[in-house]
């Protein structure tokens, strides 16, 4: 029962409140004035509070600004300096202003609006502003102004480096870097005088009051592996800005910028083997004591010293020898086989006839290959130490013809009771043991086809077991003799 009559009750009681009427134009008026009023009662009674941030990182932004209208930038450290930079700040206004404000919703930035058109250090006030609007450069919070009686930072002012940034059009060096190439072996070498870089110049962009201490661009090629031939790599982007002393300039900022991203960079290969010189003698004995004995006194001369052949000269105690070494290069690779396979230079030694102990024999320098020693003759001679020069008079009587058998001509010597001089060199032992009458001289008609008198070469033959002796046939000591060749009465 009494449950059902707890609605009744209720009802009955609501039903004496008096009935809410709805209000007229002028008491709804009267209604907004006394809100707003108590509203700002409410205000002006409420004490100011404080807000308090701990901000790191300064705008640096200087878009819209009088700086830009100067053409300034903020050099990179500036920059890094300015986003580590912590700032304290203290916000002072109505609970009604500041009250729902937050740290992530206000930025320090740097006034520009004093600053000056010269680039260098200048110290600049800062200020705090809402990040919101930040494309519009944010609305700044000042003292006194809607309801913020009081901003203070600290530091409320920053050093900056301001420049201009100019551009200069400097070389590309040709010395190129390549840390990680090597050459695929001993006898290929990079040809470092002539790389190719292409483009040969680039403009480089940056701070006008440092720009001027760029000389020129040195380029890195990062590729790796082993050059066997010329190559051509293209995309090379990493490089380094050099002073003239050739040092380099700090850029890991990105102060400075290239015009071009990447270069072409040719490496020239080429091929080269620095060789032992050495050579033949010919018309030699089968004999290698003969044979050794020479080849031990050959005498190489230059204008820088005289050597010995490989093999045959005296040990420097370090295993090597006083031997003359020619450097050879081509750039052909179809020739680089050729230069692998021989193991010195071979000139072209006089034969045994042509060796004095007297005289040099002059060779020239010269090859298929290009010669980069700067040697473009040699003078072979032959060390007189245990040798001997002899002359032996033969008289002409004594010399028979060779090749004289053509009809229709007859040979008379010029002087035929005069007397040849033969020059033999040796071992005074062995020329001791040689009379005049040992020697057997011929003259060769072969070459000589017409009437008239004629210098005839002499050809000598030594006897047998003459030991270490031979006949000197050089310019100075050629044998010859003068016979007449007359046609025969028919």
Known sequence: ?????????????????????????????????????????WTMLVPDQTKAFHLEGISADLADTQAESYNLKLLPESEAALAKQKVEVSILGNISAIGGLEEDDVEVYVDYEKVKKEPGDQTLPLGLRYKKDRENGGKEIR????????????????????????SKTVPVSKTVLLPNLKTADAVTRIDEQQVIVDPATVIVKGPSTMIDQIDHVSLTVSSSGKLTETKIFNDVSEFTLMDSSGQEIDNSDGIFSLQ??????????????????????????????????????????????????????EDNGDGTENNLFLTLRTDDPDKKEGLMTIDNYSVNMPSLSGLSIDEEYKVDVNSDYEVVTKISEVYISLEDTDLEKRVFWIPNSTITYRNDKRAGYQYQFD????????????????????????????????????????????????????????????????????????????
């Open 260 to 313: 071009r991203e990447s270069f072409s960079v040719t490496i020239p290969v080429y091929y080269q083997r620095t060789l032992p010189v050495s050579g033949t003698i010919s018309e030699m004995p089968d004999d290698e004591e003969f044979q050794n004995f020479i080849y031990q006194r050959i005498r190489i001369r230059t204008e820088n010293g005289v050597y010995t052949l490989p093999g045959y000269g």
């Open 1 to 41: 029962m009494e449950e059902n009559q707890t609605p009744k009750r209720t009802g009955g009681l609501l039903s004496a409140l008096p009935k809410l009427r709805r209000p007229n134009r002028a008491n709804l008026f009267l209604l907004i004035v006394s809100f707003a009023s108590a509203l700002l009662v």
């Open 415 to 490: 002087q035929p009771n005069g007397q040849t001089a033969v020059t033999l060199i040796g071992r005074p032992k062995d020329l001791e043991k040689i009379q005049a009458a040992d020697l057997k001289l011929t003259a060769d008609m072969m070459p000589h086809v017409e009437a008239g008198r004629k210098t005839v070469n002499v050809g000598v033959e030594l006897p047998e077991n003459s030991g270490i002796v031979w006949v000197s046939a050089t310019s100075k000591n050629k044998p010859t003799v003068d016979i007449n060749i007359t046609v025969a009465d028919e």
């Open 143 to 166: 003292s006194d102004g809607g309801g913020v009686a009081k901003v203070e930072l600290d530091p409320s002012t920053i050093n900056v480096s301001l420049d201009r940034f100019d």
